[in-house]
């Protein structure tokens, strides 16, 4: 991790991933916190491989019904229930486990922002961590923990609903075209069309 720009769209383990019927792949957000003892981040990175194109939101538009297959095609039907999203939440802040399941599981509300339905088979995975709290691997004795109260858990989720919908935004905007295998083409979503449809 850095604080400068980073890869995303079809890079590493994004390279063939597909979503919404777009070329998908790899995006990353973050937001700042202010909470007791913070300010603290929140980042949120995903592999973007899920979703139907008729499902597919911005700011609540169904562009995915808009840029249709004839404006952009799709190479080939893949069950959208065969597909999947990994989405890794991480914070500096002091967050016990439970708060950090918690947070996982916001991440799927941003998921559901873009059209993400959670098909049955889909393997989706949803992981959140903390580093807020320094314990050493090898300690024996009992050690103080600092902990976000719960009433301030809120803006927390908050952040992880925004950053996760924006990360698969920018996987999607980020990502190229590509040919791959058997000569299949995926197609990146058109910035022109999308930039249309959102505008109205």
């Not at 973050?30 to 491989?49: C, H, K, M």
């Not at 893949?78 to 890794?88: A, E, L, M, T």
């Not at 088979?121 to 103080?144: H, M, Q």
């Amino acid at each position: 991790a850095h604080d400068g720009p980073v890869d995303e769209g079809c890079v590493g383990g994004g390279t063939g991933m597909i979503c919404h019927g777009f070329k998908g792949g790899i995006g990353t957000s973050s937001r700042v916190v202010e909470a007791s003892g913070g300010p603290y981040t929140v980042g949120v990175l995903v592999q973007a491989n899920y979703g139907s194109r008729r499902h597919l939101r911005v700011n609540g538009i169904p562009v995915g019904q808009i840029i249709n297959e004839e404006q952009t095609p799709i190479p080939w039907r893949k069950p959208p229930s065969g597909s999947s999203i990994i989405v890794i939440i991480g914070t500096d802040a002091p967050l016990l486990p439970v708060q950090c399941k918690r947070l996982a599981q916001r991440a799927t509300v941003g998921l559901a922002r873009v059209g993400g339905m959670g098909h049955n088979g889909s393997g989706d995975i949803f992981l959140a961590f903390a580093t807020g709290n320094n314990l050493p691997a090898k300690e024996t004795s009992l050690r103080p923990l600092h902990m976000v109260p719960h009433a301030q858990m809120d803006r927390f989720f908050e952040a992880v609903v925004e950053a996760t919908e924006e990360s698969i935004l920018n996987a999607l905007t980020a990502a190229e075209t590509m040919t791959g295998f058997q000569g299949r083409t995926v197609h990146a979503i058109p910035l022109d069309a999308l930039q249309a449809a959102v505008n109205g």
